[in-house]
């Protein structure tokens, strides 16, 4: 191993070392700093995601990727697996409570003193994120992936939504772990 490679080795164990003692010790600064990474990212794959379906639905309304998986493209106005769809202010009355739900997810994200906590919060956050920014730019939620067996489809969802489900199913696995712990 030459000289170089060795003292960058050393130089990124180094960072490690001093941004996971920084998050393990409580730096509410880094906490919240990985919270609005996450939900970057999470925001940015969902984003893009679905701006490339949109370019591969330009002529075509299905892509068959396996038996079992097909890209569909799919405009939400409900919620979450089309509930309350095709209502005439379906729209705004979601936009007016998913705003101020993203600003709890938020709030309480900042709150989080466990790292898989504040991962899974960025998740929920960044999910949220991106599928508002569809409702203000499309009026809509844009889903594409569709998983079927057979004839039975489970509703047409996106990257957001898979990764606010992954959130929640975390947080509530953590939460429910930590509390079945204090009790032992």
Same mark, same amino acid.
């Given at each position: #191993? ?6 960058? $080795?050393?130089?990124? !164990? /180094? ?6 003692? &920084? ?6 600064? @880094? ?18 995601? &679905?701006? =490339?379906?949109?370019? #591969? @639905? ?7 990727? =396996?038996?079992? =998986? +097909? ?7 409900? #919620?979450?697996?089309?509930?309350? %769809?095709?209502? !005439? ?8 409570? +998913? ?20 991962? %899974? ?6 999910? %949220?994120?991106? +599928?508002?920014?569809? $409702? ?5 939620? $844009?889903?594409?992936?569709?998983? *079927? ?8 969802? +996106?990257?957001?939504?898979? %990764? ?7 947080? =509530?696995? *953590? /939460? ?9």
């Amino acid at each position: #191993m030459s000289s170089g490679s060795l003292f960058s $080795r050393c130089v990124l !164990q /180094s960072v490690v070392c001093v941004l996971r003692r &920084k998050l393990f010790e409580g730096s509410v600064f @880094f906490r919240r700093v990985l919270v609005i990474l996450g939900a970057c990212c999470v925001t940015s794959l969902d984003l893009y995601t &679905k701006r =490339l379906c949109a370019s #591969m @639905f330009e002529n075509i309304t299905e892509v068959k990727l =396996l038996p079992i =998986l +097909n890209f569909v493209k799919v405009h939400n106005t409900g #919620m979450s697996f089309g509930l309350f %769809a095709g209502y !005439q202010f379906s729209n705004l009355f979601f936009l007016l409570i +998913n705003v101020p739900a993203v600003l709890v997810v938020l709030f309480l994200s900042f709150r989080e003193k466990r790292l898989v906590a504040c991962v %899974a919060w960025s998740f929920i956050l960044g999910g %949220a994120v991106a +599928n508002v920014t569809d $409702r203000v730019r499309f009026g809509a939620v $844009r889903d594409f992936i569709d998983f *079927h067996f057979l004839d039975l489809h489970w509703p047409v969802f +996106n990257v957001a939504d898979a %990764a606010i489900f992954l959130g929640v199913v975390f947080v =509530l696995f *953590h /939460s429910t772990s930590e509390k079945v712990g204090s009790i032992n």
